[in-house]
């Protein structure tokens, strides 16, 4: 039976690459009926907090990559945080240091820091001297007595080469003599990376290993201490990393490149995760939409490229749109709340409020590449001026020669004109043309801005009748929609007209 992990270090947020990492664990679990390990490494005190691991169980939940077993979920092979497994590496390294496998090591952090200095200047590789290798362990043991600060080190054996084949990768040498010895504990007692994740690949009987490139140099120390122990080696599958449009390491220069960032810019998880799923992978046919219900189904290793994938943010965004267009209206009132909240236009909307918003969101997330665009096109209903519109000198000059179509739909509206769906409002339109001959543009123009305060936004047909609902619903936790009879008469108003009163609006010549 497949089981893989995921194993983040609560330092930070979750990068996006790290959330594809996760994505393809998930994928090959699923696909396989397999088991997805939860783990945090948490051995970086000074820079792991529980808030931070938090917000990555979260971002994985909202992205769909449900775990079956660790951190939250419980299982047989726990604990699954490493701080909690601090006595798991200690026994099995003295297991190590007892069969000459390991041994202590004094060098201080300066010496150390000079020895690479001097490789790297020499043109050497920059591993360990082996200056403690031969450090008899009695005389080990009676230093640290004495209060000698050690570091415990695993002694790798010289001129011989390991061999793995990587499931992306193909077959991949390694030679023991540029590798030195890695430290297994460090000198405050606090596991190496790659001591501890054998331990814990292992115990928890990981048997496909899938993370990032950058760990192919970490194989070859891992893969002698599974021998060392004389455990069996898991499979093991280096995905490429996720580069910016630079083709530089994606990093805050390139924008967004956490999820939680993403999350609060209004992209959805399935547009997230199906774009993730992309980058270094393909489903074949040029296909580029995927139901994530789809995904592990189609999902395999050894289809994974070895290329390092660009993050294209419009790429990401053409997905979202897409995913934007199917969502169903109400989760699409509920995903844009908390952007319309920032606005100060909704607290608490009333059921009878959301099912407005139900209607008027479709219409607008057409348009957007993310939900966090949605109140800049809903400004036309929460945040009517006509004051602030007829400062641009530009729509002002265009109203000053549009007056008489103005002040005719102000009447018009004021005398009670109905116009609660699209062929109404043509019909109104429709009759402000017969009163003052002006068509085209010049007529629907001016009728825009003065119903909502803007040059330009959603089509007119649909936009006006969405106010004239929104205005007719009272208290509803939200701030009132200005109704189109005030403001049209408003902007006549601020235009500097005489007032128009309520109606009743003179018949057609």
């Known amino acids: 039976m497949v089981r893989v992990r995921f194993a983040p270090s609560p330092t ?127 005389e080990a043991r009676r230093r640290v007595e004495q209060g000698e600060a050690a570091a415990i080190r695993f002694r790798i054996p010289g001129s011989r080469e390991v061999v793995f084949t990587d499931l992306v990768r193909g077959e991949v040498r390694f030679d023991t003599d540029v590798l030195g010895d890695p430290v297994l504990v460090r000198s ?45 080696t898991p499979a093991f599958a280096h995905v490429s990393m996720v580069l910016g449009p630079d083709h530089g390491l994606l990093s805050k220069r390139h924008g967004a490149t956490s999820v939680a960032e993403f999350r609060a810019r209004g992209y959805l998880p399935e547009a997230l995760t199906n774009y993730l799923a992309l980058i270094g992978w393909s489903p074949g046919a040029d296909q580029e939409l995927v139901a994530i219900d789809e995904l592990p189904g189609r999902f395999r290793l050894e289809d994974v490229g070895h290329s390092a994938g660009v993050f294209d943010l419009e790429k990401l965004a053409w997905v979202n749109r897409h995913y934007l267009k199917i969502a169903a209206p109400d989760r699409l009132v509920q995903l844009s709340l908390p952007h319309l909240r920032r606005e100060g236009w909704v607290s608490e909307p009333t059921d009878e409020m959301r099912a407005f ?103 007119l047909d649909l936009a006006v009748p969405t106010i004239a609902r929104g205005a007719a619903i009272g208290e509803s936790g939200a701030t009132a929609i200005i109704s189109l009879a005030d403001r049209a008469r408003a902007f006549h108003q601020a235009l500097g007209d005489a007032a128009v009163t309520d109606g009743p609006y003179p018949p057609a010549e």
């Open 12 to 138: 930070g947020q979750l990068h996006v690459g790290n959330a594809r990492t996760a994505l393809f664990n998930w994928l090959l679990a699923r696909g396989s009926g397999g088991t997805l390990v939860l783990r945090i490494e948490d051995t970086d005190v000074a820079r792991s907090t529980h808030e931070s691991e938090q917000a990555i169980l979260e971002d994985l939940e909202w992205m769909g990559l449900t775990w079956d077993e660790g951190v939250g979920k419980g299982g047989d092979h726990g604990p699954y945080r490493q701080s909690e497994r601090l006595h798991i590496y200690r026994a099995h390294v003295v297991e190590l240091m007892s069969r000459g496998l390991a041994y202590r090591c004094f060098c201080p952090p300066e010496q150390l820091e000079m020895d690479r200095y001097n490789a790297l200047r020499e043109r050497r590789p920059p591993k360990y001297v082996g200056r403690c290798r031969d450090i008899a362990p009695d």
């Open 357 to 459: 918003l139900a209607t008027a969101l479709p219409l607008v997330t057409a348009s957007v590449d993310r939900l966090d665009q949605v109140p800049a096109r809903l400004r036309f209903l929460f945040d009517y001026s006509a004051e602030r519109a007829l400062a641009d000198p530009a729509i002002r000059a265009e109203a000053e020669v549009a007056r008489p179509v103005i002040a005719t739909l102000a009447e018009m509206l004021g005398a009670g004109a109905s116009v609660r769906d699209r062929d109404a409002f043509r019909a109104v339109v429709g009759q402000v043309r017969e009163r003052t001959g002006v068509k085209g543009k010049g007529l629907l123009h001016p009728i825009r801005l003065a119903l909502m305060g803007e040059p330009e936004g959603l089509e």
């Open 188 to 232: 405050d007692g606090v596991p190496a990376y790659n001591y501890a994740v054998v331990i814990d690949d292992a115990l928890m009987e990981i048997t496909h290993v899938v993370r990032g490139e950058d760990h192919i140099s970490n194989t070859p120390r891992q893969i002698l201490l599974y021998e060392a122990f004389g455990w069996m």
